[in-house]
């Protein structure tokens, strides 16, 4: 949707009144797909929503850490796409924009223009929580890669620093052993040529 967005959020040029009709077109051509496109999507969203409650069943530090925050960032899209992007879309696809309330004086209804740009900026806000998503989910796999590595690497240590300190610790009792028996033989020879 970003070459949608574009010129309704950054662009400093003011967005023609025809840029909306076509923008109105393609969200109703979206709002109007074949019911197996939604429940597609739907499905996805249970799947991808259900497995990281799975990962939280039995969790570890770097689960609580990566995969809660991944959670966290998940269900607010969730909320982003159920509140701001389902809403939207109905509302284009009516045509039927906030009309003035003349009991009301706070003017706080959304016209075409609003409405449209809202939906961009929850489009925009969609894609950078899910891309937050898979980077942590992609710094979790870093870490636990990591994780293995330096245990390897210690296992692998352990074992050679292992046979190391096995070896020189018998190289000193060896050495222990043989100075023992030349100490006594010293003493004793030197006890022979007193007497």
């Known amino acids: 949707m970003f070459p949608y967005d574009y010129p309704l959020l950054w662009s400093t040029a003011p967005t023609p009144e025809s840029y909306y009709a076509f923008l109105e077109n393609h969200l109703k051509h979206m709002h109007a797909s074949p019911p197996l496109i939604p429940r597609m999507l739907h499905i996805v969203i249970f799947i991808g929503l ?14 609580m850490l990566f995969d809660g925050a991944s959670l966290v960032l998940y269900m607010c899209g969730v909320i982003v796409y159920l509140a701001n992007i389902i809403k939207g879309l109905r509302i284009v ?3 039927e924009y906030g009309t003035p309330d003349p009991d009301d004086e706070s003017d706080q209804v959304l016209g075409r223009e609003d409405s449209l740009k809202v939906m961009s900026a929850s489009n925009t806000i969609l894609a950078l929580v899910l891309v937050g998503v898979l980077v942590l989910q ?35 009792e060896k050495e222990a052993a043989a100075a023992t028996p030349a100490k006594v033989t010293r003493q004793a020879s030197g006890s022979k040529k007193k007497q």
């Open 50 to 63: 259900a497995g990281l409650i799975t990962k939280l069943y039995k969790p570890s530090e770097s689960n």
């Open 93 to 95: 696809s009516s045509g």
């Open 138 to 172: 992609a710094g979790q796999w870093y870490a636990e890669r990591k994780e293995q590595q330096e245990v390897e690497d210690f296992n692998v240590k352990e074992k050679t620093g292992g046979e190391g300190v096995t070896a020189a610790a018998g190289k000193k």
